[in-house]
Each structure stands twice: as C-alpha cells, then as structure tokens.
C-alpha cells in the first residue's frame, strides 16, 4: 500500500511542480482584452480524457474535463467548475480551452492534462494569459523563446530561486517519505491520523467524512471542507460558514472539533454529493498576518440510489430509467469510475475490456426509456459501484443518471 501511496504521490508532485518550475521559461504568453474571450489550445493529442487546470497562488485547481467517447470519439464534457465562464471546443484530437469574458481574476497560467488509463499521463506546455498592454505582451508563438521585461527580471530571477529551492525540499520530502515507509510501513502526516478512505452511502441516507487531528491545538482548530473545487464548509472560533447546496445539511460538531474530531457530517446525502471531499486544518501565522493552510485528508464518497445482490457465475440487472429525459436518440455510458463498461448510441455499441460478451443494455429497451445494463456470468471482481451517463449531443456533456452499488456473494464448491 505504501508503493502505491509514494506512486500517486509522486505523480501528483510532478504534475503540480512541473509547471511551478517552467512557469517563468517555457510558458506560452498570450494576449487578451478584459472582458474579451479568448481561446486556448491544448497541444497534446489522442487522449480519452483531457482536463485543463488553472495555476492560483503556485496551487493548481481542475476547472473543467471531458472524455471520450468510445463510439463517435466525440468529447463530452463531465465537470465543470463554472458552466458560464469556460467551455471545450473541439479541435485535432484534443479539446481546447474558452473563457468567456476574461476578468482580472482569470490572468495567470493554465495547461491540459491528457491521460488514457490509470498509469499513462501526460501534461501540455503551460500558457500565461495576460490582459493586452500588459507587462508581458506577446504572441503564443513567440512567447517560449522571449526573455523577461527589464523591469521584472529581479522578481524572474527570484521566483526560479524559489522554485529550485522548494524542488531541492520535495526531492528531500519523497527520499523521507520512501525512507519513513520502509521502516514503519506506512506515511502519516504530521496533522492527521487519517489516510485517503473511501465512504459509500445511500441517497437519502446520513454520511460521515472521518477526519481526525493528531496535533494539539492550544484553541479551537479551524476547520475547512471543500468538494473538489467548492466550498463546503468551515468552522472557527468565529463561527461556521456554509457553501451553496449544502445549507443545513453539513457540519463539523465543535465539542468533538475540540477533541481532535474534524468529521464532516453529510445529512441528506443526493447523487451530486458523489465527488472527492478534502479537509483543510487553517493556522494563522502572527508574524506574517496570513493563514498557513494544510490538507488534512481526502474522503471519496460514493453515493448510491440502489444496491444489487448477484451470485457469481448468475446474470445482474443494474436498473436504470431515464423517461423523464426527452430525447430522441439516446447515448448512453456505463463507467465504473472513469472505466469504460459499456456504451451505446442507436445500434452502435462498445463493451469495456474485460466486460466483451457480458454487458449489454439492449436498443429496444433504451429506446423505451429503459437503460438498464444487464451483466453476464458474474464474478467476484465485478463487485462495485456502477455508474449510468447519458451524453447530450447538443451541449456536449455527460448527465449523471445513476449509482448502482454491486454486491457478488460466491459459491463454494468441493473439490473430488
């Protein structure tokens, strides 16, 4: 678990500080009136599944990704931070990158991320967008190879300083933590008592997000809650603060918060609380005035409307209806996770690898408003959370539909 653990840690590093230390060398500058659009082509190709992240403050944060799709090879977009300011267009394999009326807000840098499974990822060159007439005008063609403005090159100089000392201090980091996980077994973070964790409930139903201190506080700690890229939730010796859709529906209970306890209590879980959700622990740092902000640990919920039970080796029906949905000719997914299971549009149809000659959601069915996967010969490996997309061909995104929760018991069987 800890090779495993080192791996994605390794990759999410690289990732981030690729282009924290290319920003001020190779980034593409690009040219934009305020309150313009503007478009930003990705320069990576024949990927599944492309996002594009936005860099704030040396944090990267995911603004918007689409997949595939298996059939039409059509790009549908599946996660939008905010759906009227960004958009995909396609382009040569690749989905570039729109804002719609740039804010000051929106000034910085910003790259794709291509991946294709689990293990093959690969990001795009970096681009700076800055507001025509600004200190750092120039043409995405030329900008790679431009140097600093005078007046800047005190603050180019010591931002790469920075950038190499804090690469020199990750390196150190991970030959640590290769080091800690060879004589303990396993990482712990200095804040919490808590690795990354998968919770599984029921729509409807109460969820509770572990999170746990395993540092003394001398007051009360101040807690924050985020789901991917939205605020959830925050407690302070001030108060709480609620984000939009979660009003009345979450909290962090302050007589267990003094007791190291952060858990985010989820009332009334909905099928669109099914996301990542990360805890923060905020210290405010006196000599600075500015808050020091850490991640404590990141809690998956998967949230189901329905659970199966199949035998191995028998045939399971995932239920599946999409009649209040008015279109003609539905494009429908099976995922599990970002796993292709099966997929259709008219009379075309894809099935996953490892799922060829065992799922099907038959056209005559769907076209009824039925799209229910029927799974064959069930195996214990197939246990898991199904999820059911409908692709709108007009915007260009895939709806969430439904989760179905998996569970396969097994047969024993004596051997002669």
Not at 204 to 209: E, P, Q, Y
Not at 211 to 231: G, I, M, Q
């Amino acid at each position: 678990m800890a090779a495993y653990l080192l791996l994605f840690t390794l990759q999410l590093l690289f990732g981030l500080i690729r282009p924290s230390l290319l920003q001020n060398i190779s980034a593409d500058l690009i040219s934009v009136s305020p309150g313009a659009n503007i478009t930003l082509l990705c320069n990576i190709t024949n990927y599944s599944a492309i996002s594009w992240y936005q860099m704030i403050s040396a944090e990267s944060r995911r603004i918007i990704s689409a997949r595939q799709s298996s059939l039409n090879k059509h790009f549908y977009v599946d996660y939008n931070v905010d759906e009227s300011h960004f958009y995909l267009t396609e382009s040569s394999s690749s989905v570039s990158l729109v804002i719609i009326g740039v804010r000051e807000t929106d000034l910085g840098f910003y790259y794709c991320g291509g991946r294709n499974d689990e293990t093959h990822i690969q990001f795009g060159k970096l681009i700076r967008l800055n507001f025509t007439g600004g200190s750092n005008n120039g043409s995405s063609s030329e900008a790679s190879d431009s140097q600093p403005p005078a007046r800047n090159v005190n603050d180019w100089i010591r931002n790469v300083i920075v950038m190499c000392v804090c690469f020199v201090s990750v390196l150190i980091t991970i030959c640590m933590c290769v080091f800690c996980s060879r004589v303990l077994g396993e990482t712990r973070d200095p804040i919490s008592a808590d690795p990354h964790i998968t919770v599984e409930a029921h729509v409807g139903s109460t969820a509770l997000l572990p999170c746990s201190l395993s540092k003394d506080f001398s007051k009360t700690p101040h807690v924050r809650w985020r789901a991917d890229n939205e605020f959830v939730f925050e407690r302070n010796i001030d108060g709480t603060h609620v984000g939009p859709g979660y009003e009345g529906r979450v909290d962090v209970p302050e007589d267990k918060l003094r007791k190291g306890n952060c858990s985010l209590v989820l009332k009334d879980v909905r099928i669109t609380d099914h996301t990542f959700y990360r805890s923060f622990i905020v210290e405010h740092v006196e000599a600075t005035n500015t808050d020091k902000i850490q991640e404590i640990n990141t809690v998956q919920l998967n949230v189901y409307s329905q659970s199966v039970s199949a035998q191995v080796g028998s045939t399971a029906v995932l239920p599946c209806d999409w009649r209040q949905l008015s279109i003609q000719t539905p494009h429908f997914e099976w995922r599990i996770g970002d796993e292709i299971v099966f997929e259709r549009l008219g009379k075309e149809s894809f099935q996953g690898k490892g799922y060829e000659g065992r799922v099907d959601v038959p056209e005559e069915e769907l076209l009824k408003g039925n799209c229910s996967l029927v799974l064959k010969n069930v195996s214990v490996t197939d246990e898991t959370l199904y999820s059911s997309y409908i692709l709108m061909t007009d915007t260009k995104k895939s709806v969430l539909v439904q989760n179905i929760k998996l569970s396969v018991s097994g047969k024993w069987m004596s051997i002669r």
